[in-house]
C-alpha cells in the first residue's frame, strides 16, 4: 500500500490496514451469524409443522388407582354472634400406586422429510403389568376400609399428548377386559381411565396388565410412582440421549440400537404410595397427578431418552462461523508478511476481497449442508474458497509458490476448524495452543522490523 507521493507506507500502517479491513468484515460475518440463526428458526418451525398431528413429546404416567370414599369434614361458622361447629359427608378420593410396576417400551424411529427438512417421529408399543395392594396401615392415613366404595373406583393412565395415542389401547384385570374412556379420570386431564370393581383389594392383591400404542416425536419420558418402578425401553435409534431425573441401571447402545433398564423405587421420588384429597385435587408433591402439560414444561420428574440427530448442522455451521476472525487474522498475517517482508505489494482492495472469500466459505456451508449433510458440505465449501484464494493470490503476489503458501495455510486451517468442531471439549485447547505458535512465529519472523520506518519506492 503506496502513498500518495510516492513514498512507501510503513509496516506498522500497513498492520493497521489489515487490523481495520478485518474488524470491516465483521459487520458481514454478524450477518452471517444472523442467517445461520434464521435458517435454524425456519428448520424448527419446518420440522414441527411436519410432526404436527403426529404426538409431540410424550410423558407417559400411571397407572393409579383412585378409589373415593366417605369422609366427615366440619367447619366452623360463626352464625347470630356465635361460633359454630358443624360436621357433614364429603367424598373425598383415596389415590393408590402400584406396589410394583413393570413397563417395556419398544420404539420405532422413523425419519421424515418435507423439502430439505426432516424430523425423527416415532411409533412406541407399552406393554406394562401393575400391582395394587392396600396398605395395612391404611387407618393411619385418616381412612377407614369400610368406608371405601370399591364399586366406584377408576384406573387412571396418563399421556401428555393424547393425539398420539394409537387405536385400541388394553386394560385387562383378572382377565377381562375394561372399556376405556378418555381423560386422566372422570375429572379430566390427558390420557384414558377406566371404571372398575376394586374390591378384589379388600382380600387381596390386583393385578392389572395393559398394552397401547404411543406416537411421538423427539423423546419420550416416564413418570414413576410405583413402589418399585421397572421401565425398558429399546429402539433400532443409534444416537438416544439418557436425560431426566434418573439415569438407567443398565444400557447398550451400538449400531443395532439402544436399550435401557430403569428401576426406580419410591424412596427415591420421595413420595408416599398412597395419598388422599377432595375428587380432581391433586397433591402438591405428586407428579404423576398433576396437570402433564405442567410437567411437560419443566420435565417429567422421572427419566426421558431423547431420539436425537448425529449431527446438528446448524449448530456446526453456527460454531464454524465463530472461528471467522481465525481465518481472516490468519491468511491476513500472511498477506502482511509478503508485504512486510517478503516484498510484495498488497492493496487495500486485495484484503478485503479476500476477506470476502473467506466470509463467503460460511454462506456456502450453510447453503450446501442443508442439502447435502454437514461433512460433504464443509469439503467441498472448503475446497471452493482456498482455490479461488489461493488463484486471486498467485495474481496479486505474482508467484504460485507464494499462493501455495496461502492455499496450503487456508488448507490447514480448514483442517483444524474440522477438528474444533468434531472434538468439542478439546475445542479450547487446541485453539489456544495454535493460536500461540502463530503469534510466536509471526514474533520471530518480525524481530528485525522497524514498524515505523518509512521509505522511498
Do not use: C
Amino acid at each position: 500500500m503506496d502513498s500518495a507521493d510516492g513514498t512507501s507506507t510503513s509496516p506498522g500502517r500497513k498492520l493497521g490496514w489489515a487490523i481495520a479491513i478485518g474488524f470491516l468484515l465483521a459487520l458481514p460475518l454478524f450477518f452471517v451469524w444472523m442467517l445461520v440463526y434464521d435458517r435454524q428458526t425456519q428448520s424448527q418451525a419446518a420440522s414441527a409443522s411436519i410432526t404436527e398431528g403426529w404426538g409431540d413429546r410424550q410423558i407417559i404416567s400411571g397407572p393409579l388407582l383412585v378409589i373415593p370414599y366417605r369422609a366427615q369434614a366440619t367447619e366452623t361458622v360463626v352464625e347470630n354472634g356465635q361460633t359454630v361447629t358443624r360436621s357433614r359427608d364429603v367424598i373425598r378420593e383415596l389415590t393408590v400406586a402400584p406396589t410394583a410396576s413393570v413397563l417395556d417400551t419398544k420404539i420405532r424411529p422413523e425419519r421424515r422429510k418435507r423439502s430439505i427438512y426432516e424430523a425423527v417421529v416415532y411409533d412406541a408399543r407399552a406393554t406394562g403389568r401393575a400391582s395394587f395392594v392396600l396398605p395395612a396401615d391404611l387407618a393411619q392415613a385418616g381412612v377407614e376400609a369400610a368406608a371405601l366404595d370399591y364399586a366406584r373406583a377408576e384406573l387412571r393412565f396418563g399421556i401428555s399428548d393424547p393425539r398420539g395415542l394409537g387405536a385400541n389401547p388394553q386394560v385387562i384385570v383378572a382377565g377381562k377386559a375394561l372399556a376405556l374412556q378418555p381423560g386422566q379420570g372422570s375429572t379430566g386431564g390427558k390420557g384414558f381411565f377406566s371404571w372398575i370393581d376394586a374390591s378384589k383389594l379388600g382380600s387381596g392383591p390386583l393385578d392389572v396388565d395393559y398394552s397401547f400404542n404411543l406416537r411421538g416425536n423427539g423423546s419420550i419420558a416416564l413418570t414413576p410412582a410405583a413402589g418399585q418402578t421397572d421401565w425398558t425401553a429399546t429402539s433400532t435409534w443409534q444416537n438416544p440421549s439418557f436425560t431426566g431425573d434418573f439415569l438407567p441401571s443398565e444400557r447398550r447402545v451400538d449400531e443395532s440400537g439402544f436399550s435401557a433398564h430403569y428401576r426406580i423405587g419410591n424412596l427415591a421420588l420421595g413420595k408416599s404410595l398412597i395419598h388422599t384429597g377432595l375428587p380432581g385435587e391433586s397433591r402438591p408433591d405428586s407428579k404423576a397427578e398433576e396437570n402433564l402439560d405442567e410437567v411437560a414444561a419443566r420435565g417429567s420428574g422421572g427419566p426421558e431418552i431423547g431420539l436425537i440427530q448425529p449431527v446438528n448442522l446448524y449448530s456446526h455451521v453456527d460454531r464454524s462461523a465463530k472461528y471467522g476472525f481465525l481465518f481472516i487474522g490468519f491468511t491476513f498475517l500472511a498477506l502482511l508478511m509478503f508485504d512486510v517482508i517478503g516484498g510484495a505489494t498488497v492493496s487495500a482492495v486485495e484484503y478485503l476481497l479476500t476477506g470476502a472469500a473467506l466470509i463467503l466459505f460460511f454462506v456456502l456451508l450453510l447453503a450446501l449442508a442443508e442439502i447435502i449433510g454437514f461433512t460433504p458440505a464443509y469439503i467441498l465449501a472448503a475446497a471452493a474458497i482456498t482455490g479461488l484464494n489461493t488463484a486471486y493470490a498467485a495474481a496479486f503476489l505474482n508467484s504460485w509458490r507464494r499462493a501455495s503458501f496461502v492455499g496450503a495455510l487456508l488448507a490447514g486451517l480448514y483442517a483444524v476448524l474440522y477438528i474444533l468442531i468434531s472434538l468439542e471439549a478439546f475445542a479450547l485447547i487446541i485453539g489456544s495452543t495454535l493460536l500461540f505458535v502463530a503469534l510466536a512465529a509471526v514474533m520471530y519472523a518480525t524481530r528485525h522490523i522497524d514498524w515505523g520506518a518509512r521509505s522511498r519506492a
